[in-house]
């Protein structure tokens, strides 16, 4: 491709709206084109790269058993009020109707229309397993689009679902597809975690996400770098300070004037604040929620969710507080009636707690878990954070940033049971089928990539996912002879099978043509140049050296061929 025939133009300047370095270099060298907030064109070079992306997908898909297809974004509105998913989508599914009046949505996922499709192909176990999967635009109409390509509300995806007879097939297949993800981020070039993940509220067993590390991430890991344990910030556990065990005092009231916060009650009287309980409120389905913690740990409200089994959860306000005769700041779960009460086992780790008293300014010393109160749940809901140890080896755990760019997931029978997806088991019995589902984000890798590699002069493409390997540069084109030589060249790579952006421009300085070069970031840039010709050689350099080397014109396509992962 030459410059000069590319219908984008680099910017000099970083874009206002951009706020992540991905967003500001994908639309400063060209590649993506907005058309509204959250929707976006991908011009002809993030287009090229989201092919390569798009073909190393369906060859591990279609090597781990994979079958393509394609289904429709617009769907009857009907299939998803069959599944409670309208619902539970809510305002973030697309909805529209047709000229019938008939209610349509924008499909946001595809597990409907696909459990339809096998309800009407599959009959009994020997018609199973079956992994089907698509490269295909999706709808979600995010509240807050943000970050460029990473959170948009029409994206491309790929979505694969595994239909299965019994849990064991479930397991290869996940294990199948678990591999060919790894498979997939190796492949473009990407060091990406697979972190353990929750599996929600429909039931699943396992779930997987996998991340690639940014510091801009919306997401958090946890990770052991000793024995490799990896999960989400809301799946992950981790050991925190243990507290050694004291004679239990009895409970005796303190004076606290003005007090409201855990840091505050433990500054004023001295203590550490792992030495404190923490009282939280939420609404779950409507209903108020007492939560007792450990001072020094924070609430994960995922935990706290399926401890629940409540399908909405948020913090309860003043009001609802008040109303339930709890003093904010000063509560506790000592005496109190009527509220359904939930605790942390951090609240039996330890002993002589100071906790609140249910009145203004007023706290108690002394309090003692099961002595001075109870719970109708006691369980693991703390978030895992820093400070904290392994489970599993004891070494300290490690935090990062990161964009999630895959998900696997164990579904079960939710959607099977509710569409009526049934196949005949070898004793004759109908059976619900067990399914999986399998998602990656293309354009949102393409933007995470990005994301994590750049520097401040522009893009550093990963090779294998880079839109061209080459840019071949002609300095001085209005030199004819430069000018034949870099054009003999650009065609010889290209019948090398190199692909290759010859920036053509007769007018551009050398200044302007290496920071499009470097802001664009292809894996090499070759130099053709008055100097370099009289010399016989052309000017090579990679992306990140910091030097150049000069390589014989006729050595350059093997000295090409030589380099890793330039083809
Ligand atoms: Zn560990």
Redesign the pocket.
């Known amino acids: 491709m030459r410059v000069t025939q590319l219908v984008t133009k680099s910017l000099r300047d970083d874009p206002p709206e951009a706020e992540t370095a991905s967003h500001r270099l994908m639309l400063r060298a060209g590649l993506i084109h907005q058309v509204a907030a959250g929707i976006y064109a991908s011009l002809p070079l993030a287009w090229k790269s989201i092919r390569k992306i798009e073909n190393i997908i369906r060859e591990e898909m279609d090597k781990a058993g994979g079958q393509e297809l394609l289904m429709p974004a617009l769907q009857p509105r009907e299939l998803w009020e069959q599944t409670g998913r309208g619902a539970a989508f809510g305002d973030n599914l697309f909805s529209l109707e047709d000229r019938r009046g008939r209610p349509m949505v924008l499909a946001p996922t595809h597990e409907e229309v696909v459990t339809g499709i096998v309800k009407a192909n599959v009959q009994s176990y020997r018609d199973l397993p079956v992994i089907l999967y698509q490269i295909q635009t999706k709808f979600r109409d995010e509240p807050r689009p943000r970050a460029g390509l990473v959170r948009v509300r029409e994206f491309a995806m790929k979505d694969a679902y595994s239909f299965n007879a019994d849990e064991d097939s479930l397991d290869d297949s996940y294990q199948a597809m678990a591999q060919a993800y790894k498979n997939i981020y190796r492949r473009c070039g990407l060091p990406v975690l697979m972190a353990e993940a929750d599996s929600g509220a429909i039931g699943g067993k396992d779930s997987h996400e996998f991340i690639l590390a940014t510091p801009t991430g919306e997401d958090t890991v946890i990770t052991?770098?000793?024995?490799?344990?990896t999960a989400n910030a809301e799946k992950a556990s981790g050991v925190y300070r243990q507290l050694d065990a004291e004679a239990e005092e009895s409970l005796q009231e303190v004076s606290t004037p003005g007090i409201k916060t855990i840091d505050g009650l433990a500054k004023f009287l001295n203590i550490s604040d792992d030495k404190t309980f923490k009282a939280v409120f939420y609404m779950a389905d409507g209903e108020l929620v007492f939560v007792t913690i450990r001072g020094d740990l924070e609430v994960n409200e995922v935990k706290l969710k399926n401890a629940l089994h409540a399908s909405e959860l948020r913090l309860a306000d003043d009001q609802e507080v008040a109303k339930a005769g709890l003093v904010a700041g000063s509560a506790s779960a000592i005496g109190i009636q009527g509220v359904k009460r939930v605790g942390d086992l951090s609240i039996t780790k330890g002993n002589n707690f100071v906790v609140g008293a249910n009145k203004l300014d007023t706290h108690l010393r002394g309090a003692n878990y099961p002595r001075d109160f109870q719970v109708d749940i006691l369980t693991d809901i703390a978030l895992a954070g820093p400070g904290q140890s392994?489970?599993?080896?004891?070494?300290a755990?490690e935090f990062l940033r990161g964009v999630e760019v895959g998900h696997i997931f164990k579904l079960g029978t939710f959607f099977s049971e509710a569409l009526g997806a049934n196949f005949l088991d070898q004793g004759g019995h109908q059976q619900p089928i067990i399914m999986g589902c399998y998602g990656i984000g293309v354009g949102r890798l393409l933007a995470a990539a990005i994301e994590q590699n750049h520097d401040d002069k522009g893009i550093v493409f990963p090779a294998p996912i880079a839109p061209y390997q080459v840019h071949l540069v002609g300095l001085n084109l209005a030199d004819e002879q430069v000018a034949e030589e870099a054009e003999r060249l650009y065609q010889e790579l290209q019948d090398q099978g190199f692909e290759v952006l010859y920036d053509d421009r007769t007018d551009g300085s050398a200044g302007v043509k290496f920071n499009d070069v470097d802001l664009l970031g292809l894996p090499v840039r070759l130099v053709v140049s008055p100097r370099n010709l009289k010399a016989g050689v052309v000017e090579l350099k990679q992306r990140l050296d910091e030097s150049s080397s000069m390589v014989p014109t006729n050595d350059v396509v093997a000295t090409l061929r030589a380099l890793p992962d330039v083809t």
């Open positions: 052991c770098p000793s024995c490799g344990y392994c489970a599993s080896c004891g070494h755990l």
